[in-house]
Nanobody
């Protein structure tokens, strides 16, 4: 199993920044990629960004966050980060990190383990 813990959420004004962290423990050597998803009230959980755990560290982003969010990974700390800049009110959601052992990094159903989530609220 893999255990995940998110942190770094909070309240920020539009145009501001937040840096989310996802700390992993357990059988992390089985992980192909870590992804970030978000879920706003009344909406489905949606893909935000992902990063593979191999040497290439391939990143993938949803169109809505390209150019504003950056995903990165620190292998020494087993932690994945999501730097969020130029935040908009529509970015308000609960943010979750998750891990997958297969290639379909944008497919929510491909992810095996999930964190508890961290709330991000962007005010106008």
């Amino acid at each position: 199993q893999v255990q995940l813990a998110e942190s770094g959420g909070g309240l920020v004004q539009a145009g501001g920044s937040l840096n989310l962290s996802c700390a992993a423990s357990g059988r992390t050597f089985t992980v192909y990629a870590t992804g970030w998803f978000r879920q706003a009230p009344g909406k489905e959980r949606e893909f935000v960004a992902s990063i593979t755990h191999g040497g290439s560290r391939t990143t993938t982003y949803a169109d809505a966050v390209k150019g504003r969010f950056t995903i990165s990974r620190d292998n020494t700390k087993n932690t994945v980060y999501l730097q969020m800049d130029s935040l908009k009110p529509e970015d308000t959601a609960e943010y979750y990190c998750a891990t997958t052992r297969i290639y379909s990094v944008q497919d929510r159903s491909a992810y095996d383990y999930w964190g508890q989530g961290t709330q991000v609220t962007v005010s106008t």
